[in-house]
């Protein structure tokens, strides 16, 4: 198996750290053909095991399974330090360690969609992302893998979010299409009430509410979402800020005094049917972050 670029500087982090631990005479030649057999070896038990081993054109996509794997895992425990990589490849585990560590890495962020994936537990298209030939010259498997990351992340935070602070147990999956608006629900709902757990009955419990005069500013709303995300895992509550727009607070903001008008209409006894037209022709002029768009029961 050809382990070398063409061109140390690029393609897949297993063969820049091969390119360049040869081109500074770090890795000797039986060193360097160590790490080549042992790179074979683990191609043909991932062929036998996921392909055949004994068609070639298979072989070579299960090599280049490896070389990627190995790539992600290797640049994850080393830390994109190439020297440390190199050592990580001299070590009495070579090539197994940072496979094992891919292997794990991609398991980890792969999206379970019920449909069962020719790789067990690792999704055949985010394998497919970062499987590469040795001699690539561009390979972008660290940043698939990133972006798989953070996309496994935000779905982990909505799921958080609704076990967290919702007082039901079953979501409908179309009833939130992303993690701003469950966040916006969480924020708005928990800043009316004092905290509660979110129900499907503010439209109800707002004829009781007070709307204090400091909560009609954009610190008042900043607070509370900070405030909420200090209650989740770190790694998640950094997931849920990198996903908001500049415009989610004073989206909140905005509502909060669509809310206070509705709030009137509701106290001088409108109509169901006033309610609901006042709600559609506020919700198509602008957006109501965290307003409830559920039927009122």
Do not use: C
């Not at 070398?4 to 631990?21: C, E, N």
């Not at 490896?66 to 490849?89: K, R, T």
């Not at 179309?174 to 439209?203: C, I, M, N, P, W």
């Amino acid at each position: 198996m050809q382990l070398m670029l063409r061109d140390g500087s690029t393609g897949p982090f297993l063969s820049r750290v091969i390119s360049k631990a040869v081109a500074d005479d770090s890795l000797t030649a039986a060193e360097l053909q160590q790490i080549k057999s042992k790179a074979v070896l683990m191609s043909l038990k991932f062929a036998d095991k996921f392909y055949n081993k004994y068609k070639m054109h298979l072989l070579e996509q299960a090599a280049y399974d490896v070389i990627g794997i190995v790539s992600l895992g290797l640049q994850e425990l080393a830390q994109d330090d190439q020297q440390q990589a190199l050592n990580l490849l001299l070590a009495p585990e070579g090539l197994v360690k940072p496979f094992q560590k891919g292997w794990t890495m991609l398991a980890a962020v792969s999206k379970k969609t019920g449909k069962a994936s020719l790789y067990g537990d690792v999704a055949e298209q985010l394998l497919q992302s970062i499987s590469t030939p040795p001699d690539a010259e561009d390979w972008d498997g660290y940043q698939q893998y990133q972006l798989a990351l953070t996309e496994h992340r935000r779905s982990q935070s909505m799921h958080l979010l609704q076990q967290q602070f919702y007082a039901r147990t079953h979501f409908d999956e179309f009833e939130h299409f992303s993690l701003e608006e469950v966040l916006a629900e969480v924020v708005f709902y928990r800043a009316l009430t004092g905290g509660d757990k979110v129900r499907q009955d503010l439209k109800h419990r707002l004829r009781n509410i007070s709307l204090q005069p400091h909560w009609f500013n954009d610190s008042f709303f900043a607070m509370q979402t900070e405030a909420t995300l200090a209650e989740l895992p770190p790694a998640n509550a950094d997931a849920i800020r990198a996903d908001l727009g500049q415009h989610f607070v004073p989206s909140l903001l905005r509502t909060l005094f669509f809310v206070k008008d509705y709030q009137t209409l509701q106290l001088k006894d409108a109509t169901p049917e006033k309610l609901d037209a006042f709600e559609g022709k506020q919700g198509l002029d602008n957006p109501l972050l965290g307003w409830p768009q559920y039927i009122e029961l």
